[in-house]
């Protein structure tokens, strides 16, 4: 049965939330000189909007939950196998419901907008409200004169879906759906999205302020009560950038957590811009210079988010990008917000320029001025550093537009096209960082920066040296970038100890910057210095499909042979289901049932697999010291999607993480390829060898049932069991020989997937007491796997943890200011 009312209810909230969004703007808009009447109307309707976004929210998920897959967006991007928090994950795999969060984002900063500054609330909420009427615009799914507007997540599978089946059965509906894409079937998916929508709509905050104030005549009064939430966002959008690069460190196998893939690109660059503009948004509040400056970087972010969202959800990248959504037919629609959006910013910029007051004083070079517009311009040029080369595919499309081939690839050096660059000038970043704030809290000549400079300059050329010295580094760019970074470390930590001392909440600039050197140590001795432990010394080939480097860095391991690898001996122990009741099972023990999600093992105990499509390859190491531990790195085979994505598992130690990932194992659907049957008489007692292992038959019973079915009164059935010695176990072959109605012989073969061979009763000979038994071989269960070494990557983690803290004692500090001027009375 097609639930109907559902699906309609939510597109009935869907319309609401379009409805209201756009009479909020107007009434605002109407309600911007402080008319209380009509602010009071926008803020009612604006809680209608909020409400039905809440509905749209929970249809969706009432929807996924209930796996109703006679909806597109359901049977697309969910199934019944999923867990509970992998659900959640579908709400916002697919466009319409990552704009369905970003839309619920920004209602609940709407909220808080509306509650917090009565008198920005008009100027602002107009802004806020604008950008909800796109949201939700590019969820309406309708069509408008042969124009579609947006993509509904409540349109059903038939009327999408153009399939025999539907003209033949209209209320078909699947028993299933295709699941989660296997790259977000990872922790970090439930979390990461959330934040990193969150930072996106934090963005427009600052935004509505400065144009707000645009509108307004405020022009430098947005100042104040934009800074607190330009800093709260950046935090945001910075956290939620570094979460997706660890997703990528611990679900993608390209070895690293960055690959200046177009769409973390597309992201990091309004960060960076962001950056710039709270920099120059507090060099204005200290000296009153910038403002203008501070209004085109605080727009200009924005405005990258909305060009980064264009780029991932147009389908521009194409096959670019792992991250890019597809094509939903919305690139005009996109394209549409993006530029209304930088017409309304350009229009009252250009209208209100000249009123914008400005610093005529020439900056000094010893001024905290200087070194912050030094700062920000290094910001800034990181950024566009960066958007030239993820911008190629829209350069091509421009010049297809316009009636020529441009034809730009993206670069395959990613070195020396963003790494190189990006690193020279994370150079500058760390010296400006570590010498603008001793310029900050104090008045400087050139006397007394040489005094506050010489002992964090000395001490860090001694850090660095014993660094250099230990590490054996030679790079020159790379000794350059650790001495700076070290510089900065040591000479913000002097800053802090110094401000700590009269009031440490004015000490999260330092703090920050602390943070930031620590990631860029963290950075270049985890990337720099990765090295390969699983260096294939041999000259064998493992794939002649396999680059050049791959069979350089990578092992092949045979099932409980133990093979070296540098400090490490490693024995591969086969494949693993992750079950609920006892963690790791061997495959080979486990049968499938009609449930996927139940197996039964050794034919006795029903187990239940926490994701059927996960298989895990068992690995042991033993240390030169005696010390032992084990991986499990995965595998995802996702058949629906026809996907298989192999994941690393992590080592780690406070100062390195072993990172391994299998490169290829053997196709789990192709049959082994069996030797010729080997046929031997043996004796109870014997001793025999199977495929170089000693085998001993231990006797022979009669079974009364096989697989649990009784056997009949004519019928007979005897089970030799034979007992195998491996490498560290023993192992027993069971194979039965069966005779029905005295007349008709069947055989029932044990296989040993360990030893990798199979074997069978052929015959009893009563009078020779004895059996004659046959047995094949196959190669044995292997796996190609690679294992890197990361020094110091917890550098990086540590000050991404380190620049929280500091954005949190700047915003505390921040917040308080704007909550004591308000209650002063003054306009905020």
């Given at each position: 049965?097609?639930?109907?009312?559902?699906?309609?209810?939510?597109?009935?909230?869907?319309?609401?939330?379009?409805?209201?969004?756009?009479?909020?703007?107007?009434?605002?808009?109407?309600?911007?000189?402080?008319?209380?009447?009509?602010?009071?109307?926008?803020?009612?309707?604006?809680?209608?909007?909020?409400?039905?976004?809440?509905?749209?929210?929970?249809?969706?998920?009432?929807?996924?939950?209930?796996?109703?897959?006679?909806?597109?967006?359901?049977?697309?991007?969910?199934?019944?196998?999923?867990?509970?928090?992998?659900?959640?994950?579908?709400?916002?795999?697919?466009?319409?419901?990552?704009?369905?969060?970003?839309?619920?984002?920004?209602?609940?900063?709407?909220?808080?907008?509306?509650?917090?500054?009565?008198?920005?609330?008009?100027?602002?909420?107009?802004?806020?409200?604008?950008?909800?009427?796109?949201?939700?615009?590019?969820?309406?799914?309708?069509?408008?004169?042969?124009?579609?507007?947006?993509?509904?997540?409540?349109?059903?599978?038939?009327?999408?879906?153009?399939?025999?089946?539907?003209?033949?059965?209209?209320?078909?509906?699947?028993?299933?759906?295709?699941?989660?894409?296997?790259?977000?079937?990872?922790?970090?998916?439930?979390?990461?999205?959330?934040?990193?929508?969150?930072?996106?709509?934090?963005?427009?905050?600052?935004?509505?302020?400065?144009?707000?104030?645009?509108?307004?005549?405020?022009?430098?009064?947005?100042?104040?009560?934009?800074?607190?939430?330009?800093?709260?966002?950046?935090?945001?959008?910075?956290?939620?950038?570094?979460?997706?690069?660890?997703?990528?460190?611990?679900?993608?196998?390209?070895?690293?957590?960055?690959?200046?893939?177009?769409?973390?690109?597309?992201?990091?660059?309004?960060?960076?811009?962001?950056?710039?503009?709270?920099?120059?948004?507090?060099?204005?509040?200290?000296?009153?210079?910038?403002?203008?400056?501070?209004?085109?970087?605080?727009?200009?972010?924005?405005?990258?988010?909305?060009?980064?969202?264009?780029?991932?959800?147009?389908?521009?990248?194409?096959?670019?990008?792992?991250?890019?959504?597809?094509?939903?037919?919305l690139s005009g629609q996109l394209l549409i917000y993006l530029l209304a959006f930088v017409t309304l910013s350009v229009f009252f910029i250009v209208k209100r320029w000249k009123e914008v007051?400005?610093?005529?004083?020439?900056?000094?070079?010893?001024?905290?001025?200087?070194?912050?517009?030094?700062?920000?311009?290094?910001?800034?040029?990181?950024?566009?550093?960066?958007?030239?080369?993820?911008?190629?595919?829209?350069?091509?499309?421009?010049?297809?537009?316009?009636?020529?081939?441009?034809?730009?690839?993206?670069?395959?050096?990613?070195?020396?096209?963003?790494?190189?660059?990006?690193?020279?000038?994370?150079?500058?970043?760390?010296?400006?960082?570590?010498?603008?704030?001793?310029?900050?809290?104090?008045?400087?000549?050139?006397?007394?920066?040489?005094?506050?400079?010489?002992?964090?300059?000395?001490?860090?050329?001694?850090?660095?040296?014993?660094?250099?010295?230990?590490?054996?580094?030679?790079?020159?760019?790379?000794?350059?970038?650790?001495?700076?970074?070290?510089?900065?470390?040591?000479?913000?930590?002097?800053?802090?100890?110094?401000?700590?001392?009269?009031?440490?909440?004015?000490?999260?600039?330092?703090?920050?910057?602390?943070?930031?050197?620590?990631?860029?140590?963290?950075?270049?001795?985890?990337?720099?210095?990765?090295?390969?432990?699983?260096?294939?010394?041999?000259?064998?080939?493992?794939?002649?499909?396999?680059?050049?480097?791959?069979?350089?860095?990578?092992?092949?391991?045979?099932?409980?042979?133990?093979?070296?690898?540098?400090?490490?001996?490693?024995?591969?122990?086969?494949?693993?289901?992750?079950?609920?009741?006892?963690?790791?099972?061997?495959?080979?023990?486990?049968?499938?049932?009609?449930?996927?999600?139940?197996?039964?093992?050794?034919?006795?105990?029903?187990?239940?697999?926490?994701?059927?499509?996960?298989?895990?390859?068992?690995?042991?190491?033993?240390?030169?010291?005696?010390?032992?531990?084990?991986?499990?790195?995965?595998?995802?085979?996702?058949?629906?999607?026809?996907?298989?994505?192999?994941?690393?598992?992590?080592?780690?130690?406070?100062?390195?993480?072993?990172?391994?990932?299998?490169?290829?194992?053997?196709?789990?659907?192709?049959?082994?390829?069996?030797?010729?049957?080997?046929?031997?008489?043996?004796?109870?007692?014997?001793?025999?060898?199977?495929?170089?292992?000693?085998?001993?038959?231990?006797?022979?019973?009669?079974?009364?049932?096989?697989?649990?079915?009784?056997?009949?009164?004519?019928?007979?059935?005897?089970?030799?069991?034979?007992?195998?010695?491996?490498?560290?176990?023993?192992?027993?072959?069971?194979?039965?020989?069966?005779?029905?109605?005295?007349?008709?012989?069947?055989?029932?073969?044990?296989?040993?997937?360990?030893?990798?061979?199979?074997?069978?009763?052929?015959?009893?000979?009563?009078?020779?007491?004895?059996?004659?038994?046959?047995?094949?071989?196959?190669?044995?269960?292997?796996?190609?796997?690679?294992?890197?070494?990361?020094?110091?990557?917890?550098?990086?983690?540590?000050?991404?943890?380190?620049?929280?803290?500091?954005?949190?004692?700047?915003?505390?500090?921040?917040?308080?200011?704007?909550?004591?001027?308000?209650?002063?009375?003054?306009?905020?």
């Amino acid at each position: 049965m097609i639930h109907y009312f559902e699906g309609q209810l939510g597109h009935v909230f869907v319309i609401i939330a379009f409805v209201t969004s756009i009479l909020s703007a107007y009434a605002f808009f109407k309600g911007r000189n402080q008319d209380t009447q009509w602010t009071s109307f926008g803020s009612k309707v604006f809680y209608v909007h909020s409400f039905a976004i809440l509905g749209i929210v929970g249809t969706l998920f009432y929807l996924i939950t209930n796996h109703y897959f006679e909806y597109h967006y359901v049977y697309s991007h969910s199934s019944k196998i999923l867990p509970v928090y992998y659900q959640i994950s579908c709400f916002w795999e697919g466009q319409e419901g990552s704009f369905l969060l970003w839309m619920f984002w920004n209602a609940v900063l709407g909220i808080i907008l509306m509650n917090t500054n009565k008198f920005w609330k008009a100027p602002v909420m107009l802004i806020m409200s604008l950008t909800q009427v796109f949201l939700a615009s590019m969820i309406l799914g309708v069509v408008i004169f042969e124009v579609k507007l947006g993509s509904s997540p409540f349109m059903l599978l038939r009327d999408v879906i153009d399939a025999p089946i539907f003209k033949t059965n209209p209320n078909f509906i699947p028993e299933d759906g295709n699941g989660l894409n296997p790259l977000l079937q990872n922790y970090w998916m439930v979390i990461h999205p959330p934040t990193l929508f969150l930072g996106f709509a934090t963005t427009v905050i600052p935004f509505a302020y400065c144009i707000g104030g645009l509108i307004i005549g405020k022009n430098k009064e947005w100042i104040r009560p934009a800074l607190p939430w330009a800093q709260f966002s950046a935090m945001i959008l910075g956290v939620g950038i570094l979460m997706g690069a660890y997703w990528a460190y611990e679900t993608l196998n390209f070895g690293g957590y960055w690959n200046w893939d177009p769409v973390e690109n597309a992201i990091y660059v309004p960060w960076l811009v962001l950056i710039g503009a709270i920099h120059v948004m507090i060099a204005y509040k200290k000296s009153g210079s910038a403002l203008k400056l501070s209004m085109i970087l605080v727009v200009a972010s924005f405005l990258l988010v909305l060009y980064a969202t264009f780029l991932t959800r147009s389908g521009i990248l194409g096959n670019s990008s792992v991250h890019s959504f597809t094509d939903l037919g919305l690139s005009g629609q996109l394209l549409i917000y993006l530029l209304a959006f930088v017409t309304l910013s350009v229009f009252f910029i250009v209208k209100r320029w000249k009123e914008v007051p400005s610093s005529k004083e020439e900056t000094s070079t010893y001024s905290r001025e200087f070194w912050i517009f030094m700062g920000a311009a290094v910001l800034c040029l990181m950024a566009f550093q960066v958007l030239i080369y993820t911008s190629m595919p829209v350069y091509n499309q421009i010049a297809a537009f316009l009636g020529f081939d441009l034809n730009l690839a993206p670069p395959t050096d990613i070195y020396d096209a963003y790494s190189l660059p990006q690193m020279i000038l994370a150079i500058f970043l760390a010296i400006l960082s570590g010498t603008g704030q001793f310029f900050w809290w104090k008045k400087m000549d050139g006397k007394k920066l040489k005094a506050e400079l010489t002992t964090p300059f000395i001490i860090s050329l001694v850090i660095s040296g014993l660094v250099i010295a230990i590490a054996k580094i030679t790079n020159p760019y790379y000794l350059i970038l650790l001495i700076a970074s070290v510089y900065s470390i040591v000479a913000n930590t002097k800053v802090f100890l110094g401000v700590a001392k009269s009031n440490i909440k004015l000490s999260g600039g330092s703090i920050a910057h602390i943070g930031i050197a620590l990631m860029l140590v963290g950075i270049l001795f985890s990337s720099g210095y990765s090295t390969i432990l699983s260096t294939n010394y041999t000259s064998m080939v493992w794939s002649t499909e396999f680059p050049e480097e791959v069979n350089r860095d990578n092992l092949l391991l045979f099932i409980n042979e133990p093979r070296q690898m540098k400090e490490y001996s490693m024995i591969y122990r086969g494949i693993r289901k992750e079950t609920r009741e006892e963690g790791y099972v061997d495959q080979n023990e486990l049968s499938l049932t009609s449930n996927p999600l139940k197996v039964v093992k050794n034919g006795e105990d029903t187990l239940t697999l926490i994701s059927p499509e996960n298989s895990f390859f068992e690995v042991e190491y033993h240390t030169e010291e005696g010390k032992q531990f084990t991986l499990f790195p995965r595998v995802q085979i996702n058949e629906s999607m026809d996907m298989i994505v192999y994941s690393p598992d992590i080592k780690r130690k406070l100062n390195a993480d072993m990172y391994t990932h299998v490169r290829t194992f053997p196709d789990p659907d192709q049959e082994p390829d069996w030797s010729e049957p080997q046929e031997i008489k043996v004796k109870i007692g014997d001793q025999f060898f199977i495929n170089d292992y000693v085998a001993t038959l231990q006797r022979m019973e009669p079974i009364s049932e096989i697989d649990g079915t009784p056997l009949s009164s004519g019928d007979v059935a005897v089970k030799a069991v034979i007992e195998v010695q491996g490498e560290f176990e023993n192992y027993a072959a069971e194979p039965i020989f069966v005779i029905r109605e005295r007349e008709y012989v069947g055989r029932i073969d044990d296989q040993v997937h360990d030893l990798a061979f199979r074997i069978s009763v052929q015959n009893i000979l009563p009078q020779e007491n004895a059996v004659v038994l046959a047995y094949q071989t196959t190669q044995k269960d292997w796996i190609i796997m690679e294992a890197v070494k990361k020094p110091w990557i917890n550098l990086l983690w540590i000050g991404t943890f380190m620049l929280v803290i500091g954005f949190v004692v700047a915003i505390r500090r921040r917040y308080v200011e704007f909550v004591k001027m308000r209650n002063k009375g003054v306009e905020v």
